[in-house]
C-alpha cells in the first residue's frame, strides 16, 4: 500500500510540475508580444527621429520633426499595443472572418461583403486630397515597420492571439484606415432596424394608435441650447411577422441589438457661464463595452501644435481630444441617412427589378467567402438604383419582405466618395470654431453632432454627415421600408453642408447633446423621426441650469451623474394608486414583500447607485410591467421591447391618446385596469429577484445585476481564455442616467452594463493643462500586459488622468521612450 501511495503521490506531483511547466511556457511565449517601450529600433520610412514617450498610463506622447514622421509613430504605437484589433476590424471590414472563424462568422461576413464595404474603403482613397493619402500611407508605413519587427525580432507575433489563429498579415494600407471608419459607421448605424420594427409593429397591431404609443415620437420642437405599412402592398403581407435573424457573433456590428447603433453625451459652455472664464466641453461617446475598449489615448505633435485625445486603432484621428486652440466632442446625431425599399422582382424574368422607367437589370456579381474547416461559400451579390440587396436573413428582412420581392439598402456611406475620414485630419489642426466647421464638409456618415469650443471662447455644434433629400410625398416618411419603383420614395441626392443644423455661440452660454431631438423641420429638411434620448436631456438641463457658472469639476460631477430623470417621472405615475393604501400584512407574505418594495422605492430619489436595492427593484419592476402590457396585443414580438421606454409608460399611465387600453389583458373576461396590471407585474418582479438574489430585499444590490461586462470578442467565450481577457466591473448608472450604462434585457442577466462611455473626457481653456480623460480599460490590449486594464478601475469609479500637452510632465516619471531611427 505504501509503495502504491508513494507512486500515486510522484505521479501526481509530475503531473503538477508538468502543468506548471506548460503554463509558464506559454505565458513566457505569449508575453514576448508585449513590447518594450523602452527600446530603439531601426527603421524605414521616416525623415528624422521619431521619440513616443509613454506616460504613467502608457499613453503614447510622439514627437518628431514632421507631421508624416508622427503619423508614422502613432502607426507604430497602434500596432504595438492593439494589433489583433487592428487586424479584426479590418477583417471584418472585407468580409473575411470565416477564414479563421468558420461558419459561426458567415452571416457577418455575408453582410459586409454585399453592403462591399472594403471595395468602396479602397475607392474612396481617390476621393481623398493628397496629403490626407500622404499621411494616411505614413501612418501605415508605421504599422508595417512594427509587423516587420515582429517578425525579425521574434516579438511574439505580435499579440497573443495570433498563436491560436495563424492567418497571413497583409502590409496596412490607407484604404484599410478608411475601411476601419466604415465600420465604425456600420456600428452607429441604426435606423433600418427602426424601419423593419416598425412595419413589423403595424402588421402585429389591430389598432394603428398602438404604433404610435409603443414607438411615439419624440416630444417638444428640439433642444441644442439647453401611411400604414400593409396597405402599400395590397395585403399580400402575413398578419404577423415573427422575427427570422439567426444567432449574431460577438463580432456582429449590431450584436447588441435595437437601440444600441451609438450614444453619446456632450456639452460645452462658454467663459461667460464659467467660473474661470475659459471656454469647457465635456464629452463621453457611448458604444458596446468590449475588452479592450475601442478607444486608445493618444498625443501627436504636429508642426501646428500638439493634439491629444481619443483615437481608434487603424486611424490616424484624434476623434474627441483638444489642442491647445479648440476642443471637440462628437454625439450620434440619428439623422437619418438609411432608407431601406421593397423591390419588385420581374416574375418573367428573376434577373430584372422594377424601377420607374420599367423593368431594369439588377448588376450582380459572385463572391466566394472561405470558411475554416468547412465549404467555401458562393453568395451572390445584386444591386439596384437605390443600394445594395440585403438578403432576408439579416436583421429580419424577411419578416416585412412580401413574395416576388427584395429589400434594398440606400445609405449615405454607401459611395466611393466617402471623405469622412477627412474631417477628423483636419480637426486635428484646426483651431478657430470656423476652421472646425469647415471641416466638418468632407464628413460623410454617420451624422454626428460635432460640438467645438474654442481657447477664444465660442462654441458651436454642428450636424455633420450628408443628409438624404426626400420628396415630401416620400409614402412612408422614411419610416418604414417603401416601394423602391415609385419615384417620389426615392432620394433626389442629399443636401447641402449648409443645410445641416448649426448652431454657434448661443445666448444661453450652454449647448449640450445626448442624442436628444434637436430641431423640428419638414421634407425635405427633415432630419429624423427616431432619435436615441428623450430622459437624459432632461437630467442635463436640468444640472446645468441649476449653475449661473460651471467648472471643470462640475462637468465631471454632471458626467458621472447617476440619477435617472426616467425613474423620477415614471414611478410616481405607475405606483400612485400603490403607495400607503394597503393595511400592513403578515410578515413573509407576497403582499408584505410588496409593501416593503414600495416603501423603499417611496424614499428613493432616482439615483441608480451600485449599492443600492432600490434601482434593481425599479428595473426589474418596469421590465416586467412593459411586458406584461404589451405581450397579450404583439405576442412573440414583444421580445423586440425587453428595453424600457419611457415614453410607452407615460403614455400608458396618462392615458394619452386612449393608451390605457394596453392594461386591459386582451384574452381576459375582465376588464383590468393598469393599478391592476402594475400591481401584479411588480409581484412578479419580486418572485423574480427573491428567486435570484435571496429574500433580503435590503441585501439586494443593483451592482450585482448591473455588472459591467467588457469580453474579449473572440476569446471571451470560452472557458480556457474568458477568465484571463474578460473585464467585470460592479458599476452605477442606467440606461437613462448621464453616467449612461444601459442593459440589453436579455435574459439570464436582462440588466448587465453592456453600453456605455468607452472614452470620458472634459477639457478646460481656462486652465488647458487642468483637462483630463480616461477610457474604460487600458492601452494595451494584450491580456498578459498590466497595461491591459490599468484604467478601468480609475473609470469605475469617476476617476481621470491629467489630458496635457506639456512634453516635460510627459516625460516626467514616463515608463519606457521608444525611440525609431531612420
Not at 118 to 127: E, F, G, N, P
Not at 472 to 491: F, K, L, V
Not at 769 to 791: C, M
Request: glycine fraction near 8%.
Amino acid at each position: 500500500m505504501g509503495l502504491v501511495l508513494r507512486w500515486l503521490v510522484r505521479l501526481v506531483t509530475a503531473a503538477i510540475a508538468l502543468t506548471v511547466a506548460v503554463v509558464l511556457s506559454a505565458w513566457w511565449i505569449g508575453s514576448r508580444s508585449i513590447p518594450d517601450y523602452d527600446a530603439e529600433w531601426p527603421v524605414d520610412g521616416i525623415t528624422r527621429p521619431v521619440e513616443i514617450v509613454r506616460d504613467t498610463a502608457a499613453v503614447p506622447h510622439i514627437f518628431g520633426e514632421t507631421d508624416a514622421d508622427l503619423f508614422y509613430g502613432l502607426g507604430f504605437a497602434h500596432a504595438q499595443d492593439r494589433l489583433w484589433q487592428m487586424l479584426m476590424l479590418r477583417r471584418t471590414a472585407q468580409g473575411r472572418l470565416s477564414e479563421l472563424f468558420g461558419s459561426a462568422t458567415l452571416q457577418i461576413d455575408d453582410l459586409l461583403r454585399r453592403l462591399d464595404v472594403y471595395a468602396l474603403a479602397t475607392a474612396s482613397v481617390d476621393a481623398l486630397d493628397p496629403d490626407i493619402v500622404a499621411e494616411l500611407q505614413a501612418y501605415s508605413d508605421g504599422v508595417n515597420a512594427w509587423l516587420r519587427l515582429i517578425g525579425s525580432e521574434a516579438l511574439g507575433r505580435g499579440a497573443p492571439e495570433l498563436f491560436l489563429f495563424t492567418p497571413e498579415i497583409a502590409p496596412w494600407r490607407p484604404a484599410d484606415s478608411v475601411a476601419v471608419s466604415f465600420m465604425m459607421a456600420l456600428q452607429l448605424a441604426g435606423h433600418h432596424e427602426e424601419e423593419v420594427l416598425r412595419a413589423r409593429l403595424s402588421l402585429a397591431l389591430e389598432d394603428p394608435g398602438g404604433l404610435r404609443d409603443l414607438m411615439p415620437d419624440a416630444p417638444g420642437e428640439g433642444t441644442a441650447e439647453l401611411a400604414a405599412y400593409r396597405d402599400l402592398f395590397d395585403a399580400t403581407l402575413p398578419r404577423f411577422a415573427q422575427g427570422q435573424t439567426g444567432p449574431r457573433h460577438p463580432l456582429h456590428p449590431h450584436v447588441l441589438g435595437r437601440g444600441r447603433a451609438g450614444a453619446s453625451n456632450v456639452w460645452a459652455a462658454t467663459p461667460e457661464r464659467a467660473a474661470a472664464s475659459g471656454a469647457l466641453l465635456a464629452n463621453d461617446p457611448h458604444l458596446g463595452l468590449s475588452a479592450p475598449t475601442i478607444w486608445y489615448l493618444a498625443r501627436l505633435e504636429l508642426e501646428t501644435g500638439g493634439v491629444i485625445g481619443a483615437t481608434i486603432p487603424g486611424m490616424p484621428v484624434v476623434l474627441a481630444g483638444r489642442n491647445d486652440r479648440l476642443a471637440w466632442g462628437i454625439t450620434s446625431a440619428y439623422l437619418d441617412d438609411i432608407d431601406l425599399y421593397i423591390e419588385e422582382v420581374n416574375p418573367a424574368n428573376t434577373e430584372q427589378y422594377r424601377t420607374p422607367d420599367g423593368w431594369a437589370a439588377f448588376r450582380t456579381d459572385r463572391r466566394v467567402i472561405e470558411v475554416a474547416d468547412g465549404t467555401p461559400v458562393t453568395i451572390t451579390r445584386r444591386w439596384t438604383e437605390n443600394g445594395p440587396v440585403i438578403p432576408g436573413s439579416h436583421y429580419d428582412f424577411a419578416t416585412v419582405t412580401p413574395p416576388g420581392h427584395v429589400m434594398s439598402m440606400a445609405w449615405t456611406a454607401l459611395t466611393e466618395e466617402n471623405t469622412s475620414i477627412q474631417t477628423g485630419m483636419r480637426l486635428m489642426r484646426a483651431g478657430t470654431i470656423e476652421e472646425g466647421l469647415e471641416a466638418g464638409e468632407d464628413f460623410v456618415a454617420p451624422a454626428q453632432n460635432l460640438m467645438l469650443a474654442s481657447a477664444d471662447g465660442r462654441i458651436a455644434m454642428q450636424v455633420i454627415g450628408h443628409m438624404p433629400w426626400r420628396m415630401t410625398a416620400h409614402q412612408t416618411q422614411a419610416r418604414m421600408p417603401s416601394p423602391g419603383w415609385i419615384e417620389d420614395n426615392r432620394w433626389q441626392g442629399v443636401t447641402q453642408y449648409f443645410a445641416n443644423p448649426r448652431f454657434v455661440d448661443p445666448e444661453s452660454g450652454i449647448l449640450g447633446n445626448t442624442n436628444n431631438k434637436m430641431v423640428d423641420r419638414d421634407f425635405p429638411l427633415h432630419v429624423s423621426f427616431h432619435w436615441g434620448d428623450t430622459q437624459r436631456i432632461t437630467r442635463l438641463t436640468r444640472l446645468m441650469e441649476a449653475r449661473e457658472v460651471h467648472t471643470r469639476d462640475s462637468f465631471i460631477e454632471a458626467q458621472l451623474d447617476t440619477v435617472s430623470a426616467a425613474a423620477r417621472n415614471i414611478l410616481p405615475l405607475v405606483a400612485r394608486d400603490l403607495w400607503f393604501v394597503d393595511e400592513t400584512a403578515p410578515p413573509g407574505t407576497p403582499e408584505r414583500r410588496r409593501q416593503r418594495a414600495l416603501s423603499l422605492l417611496a424614499d428613493w430619489n432616482g439615483e441608480m447607485n451600485e449599492h443600492l436595492p432600490e434601482p434593481l427593484i425599479y428595473a426589474a419592476w418596469m421590465r416586467e410591467l412593459q411586458q406584461r402590457l404589451i405581450r397579450d396585443d404583439i405576442g412573440p414580438l414583444a421580445e423586440e421591447f425587453l428595453s424600457f421606454e419611457p415614453i410607452f409608460i407615460e403614455r400608458v399611465f396618462r392615458d394619452i391618446g386612449g393608451a390605457s387600453r394596453w392594461c386591459d389583458v386582451v384574452p381576459s373576461t375582465a376588464v383590468e385596469t393598469c393599478t391592476d396590471i402594475a400591481r401584479l407585474a411588480l409581484d412578479d418582479a419580486l418572485q423574480w429577484l427573491e428567486d435570484r438574489y435571496g429574500s433580503d430585499i435590503e441585501s439586494w444590490r443593483w451592482g450585482t445585476a448591473h455588472e459591467a461586462r467588457h469580453d474579449h470578442p473572440v476569446l471571451g467565450n470560452t472557458r480556457l481564455f474568458s477568465w484571463i481577457v474578460n473585464i467585470r466591473q460592479s458599476t452605477s448608472g442606467g440606461d437613462f442616467t448621464l453616467n449612461r450604462a444601459a442593459t440589453p434585457g436579455t435574459m439570464p442577466d436582462p440588466f448587465l452594463n453592456t453600453h456605455s462611455a468607452g472614452y470620458r473626457g472634459v477639457y478646460d481653456f481656462a486652465d488647458p493643462d487642468s483637462s483630463v480623460f480616461v477610457i474604460a480599460t487600458g492601452q494595451s490590449g494584450n491580456p498578459l500586459s498590466r497595461h491591459y486594464d490599468d484604467l478601468g478601475e480609475l473609470w469605475r469609479r469617476g476617476e481621470y488622468i491629467p489630458m496635457s500637452l506639456d512634453p516635460e510632465l510627459a516625460r516626467a516619471g514616463n515608463i519606457g521612450i521608444t525611440r525609431l531611427i531612420p
